[in-house]
Structure formats: C-alpha cells, structure tokens
C-alpha cells in the first residue's frame, strides 16, 4: 500500500508562505485525484485542495487565491505552495488520495503566528 511522507512546515509570521512537499512510497499515478488536507487543534480533518491526474485543481473558500497545490507523477510527489499564511492556517497538513485509499502519514506541523 502506498504511503505519504509529508515535510516542509514550519513556523512562519502570518503573510509569509510555506511550500509543503509530500513523497509517495509508491505510484500516485494511479490515484486519479490527490488532496492536501488538514487538521487543526480540536477540529476535524479538512480537505483544503485537490490536484486531478490531468492537473485540474480545485480549494476550499478559505485558501482560494492563497494555495497552489501541483503533482509531479513521475516523481511521485504532491506539493502544496501556501502564501499570504493566516493564523487560521495553523494545523498539521496530510496528503492522500481522494478520497483516501490510504494511511495517513504523520504530516507536517504549520503554524502560523507572529
């Protein structure tokens, strides 16, 4: 079963801009659709953006025009640009396929706060 390696969050003052890489263990090339979710402290998980093997993309209202999600299927990667980073950014983000067909990774912590 694939698994996902997320890295690249970090702590960062709210307007700057973080760039989220996540590794497959495996092929994504057959995994139609991949998303970038996330979960913040006492709420439940969110998908924020998805990415369709044919680069289509698609955001929740709150990180339209803020977050580019990209993929790379030959490399097996997903990445997630985040800019103009709010407090309410702040939670620890997933990949996965949507919708998900496999285990969640760790994720990587993002927080946002001056």
């Known amino acids: 079963q694939v698994q996902f390696v997320e890295s690249g969050g970090g702590l960062v003052q709210p307007g700057g801009s973080l760039r989220l890489s996540c590794t497959a263990s495996?092929?994504?090339?057959?995994?139609?659709?991949m998303g970038w979710y996330r979960q913040a402290p006492g709420k439940q998980r969110e998908l924020v953006a998805t990415?369709?093997?044919?680069?289509?993309?698609n955001y929740a209202d709150s990180v339209k025009g803020r977050f580019i999600i990209s993929r790379d299927n030959a490399k097996n990667t997903v990445s997630l640009q985040m800019n103009n980073l709010k407090s309410e950014d702040t939670a620890v983000y997933y990949c996965?396929?949507?919708?998900?067909?496999?285990?969640w990774g760790q994720g990587t912590q993002v927080t946002v706060s001056s």
């Open positions: 990415i369709y093997s044919g680069g289509h993309t």
């Open positions: 996965n396929a949507v919708p998900v067909r496999a285990n």
């Open positions: 495996g092929s994504i090339f057959s995994m139609d659709i």
